[in-house]
């Protein structure tokens, strides 16, 4: 099943699972835009809300893997994850929330006992710099503190920008000892070398990273970054900006907006790439860095969603909560079909 089917992403997943000759149902909650998604894509569909919880259950019963592309998922990963595990159905998700990470890794143990595999993030957002944070850490085992940050290029869905509304709202984030911590948006910029001689200013941003690079490698200081606008004035703009969204009715009013983007023409995602950065360091200063550059954003995110699916489908995949590289492999990024990769090459597989 692919709920959100109606969204920018979701179509781009349904379309690329039914040419990969996936077996698909489209799934949402307004009736009329699935039906008319569904048609498009001559696939059948279900209309279920999220909140209704018998009627859920009973559209997952016949389903083996849920690829949930509906966000905020601050707001729905939840509810389809409760639902998943009643019904034994694996599930995967794009969202790139760390509060959302966090909330699905807590769950491990329900999932294994349920026989189900959780794994968010199986985008853009985190797969690239999941992967990074891997062969890093094999090669500097004692790592304990992590730069992370995404070049993502080419334009943004609707869905994408408001989950960027929602955590602007919210605030920024860093992992200090463990413990997630506030900070001003932008509160470090820097500027990181990229693939192919590519450079990219970034500044420091809330992630998903922050969530999965701890999973990954065990690191204890976590501080994600984003290609910006205006990336060095962020943090003075911080306070007003926050102050602005608290308001009563901004965030539902942008989100309405937001709702008439239309995303990334096909044309900009062939022209476009995107990246990921890592440099991981220990406590007597040494660091490794590492970097790679992907299709666009939404492209790469389509194909490594069905390609997350194929595998789960296959068996052989671990129950319980994880990460893209601790579910399908470190080096899950390099086997996603028809996907460039540039920079980070394949980590060593383990002699048996």
């Given at each position: ?25 489209c ?9 008319a998604?569904a ?33 905020p ?41 349920a ?29 304990t ?26 605030g ?23 693939p ?50 608290a ?29 990921g ?31 997350a ?12 909560s994880?990460?893209p ?8 990024v390099?086997?996603i ?9 394949r ?6």
């Amino acid at each position: 099943m692919i709920y959100g089917v109606t969204g920018y992403t979701g179509a781009l997943v349904a379309e690329h699972a039914l040419a990969s000759g996936l077996e698909v149902v489209c799934a949402g909650r307004d009736e009329a835009r699935t039906a008319a998604a569904a048609q498009r894509l001559a696939a059948p569909f279900t209309v279920v809300d999220l909140t209704d919880t018998a009627a859920l259950r009973r559209a997952l019963d016949d389903v083996d893997i849920v690829a949930h592309c509906a966000g905020p998922y601050e707001r729905t990963a939840a509810p389809m994850i409760d639902a998943c595990l009643h019904t034994g159905t694996h599930y995967l998700d794009l969202t790139g929330e760390a509060a959302v990470f966090d909330a699905v890794y807590a769950r491990h143990e329900e999932a294994v006992e349920a026989g189900v595999t959780l794994v968010p993030g199986v985008g853009f957002d985190v797969v690239p710099t999941d992967h990074l944070v891997a062969a890093a850490s094999a090669l500097l085992p004692s790592a304990t503190t992590a730069d992370i940050a995404v070049v993502s290029r080419g334009g943004f869905s609707r869905g994408t920008l408001a989950t960027v509304v929602l955590g602007l709202s919210a605030g920024n984030r860093v992992r200090r000892n463990g413990r997630i911590e506030p900070v001003p948006h932008g509160h470090r910029t820097m500027t990181v070398d990229l693939p192919r001689g590519k450079r990219a200013s970034v500044a420091s941003s809330p992630l998903g990273d922050l969530s999965s690079a701890v999973r990954t490698a065990g690191l204890r200081d976590v501080t994600t970054f984003a290609a910006v606008p205006a990336a060095r004035s962020l943090r003075r703009l911080d306070r007003p900006l926050r102050a602005l969204l608290a308001l009563p009715g901004v965030v539902p009013r942008l989100e309405c907006l937001l709702m008439r983007v239309p995303g990334p023409s096909s044309n900009a995602r062939s022209s476009s790439r995107s990246a990921g950065w890592v440099r991981l360091s220990d406590e007597d200063g040494r660091s490794i860095v590492r970097s790679i550059e992907v299709h666009n954003t939404y492209t790469f995110t389509a194909r490594s969603m069905v390609h997350a699916a194929v595998l789960l489908g296959a068996g052989g995949i671990p129950t319980g909560s994880h990460t893209p590289s601790s579910a399908f492999g470190a080096n899950f990024v390099h086997d996603i079909p028809d996907v460039q990769v540039t920079g980070a090459g394949r980590i060593p597989e383990p002699t048996r």
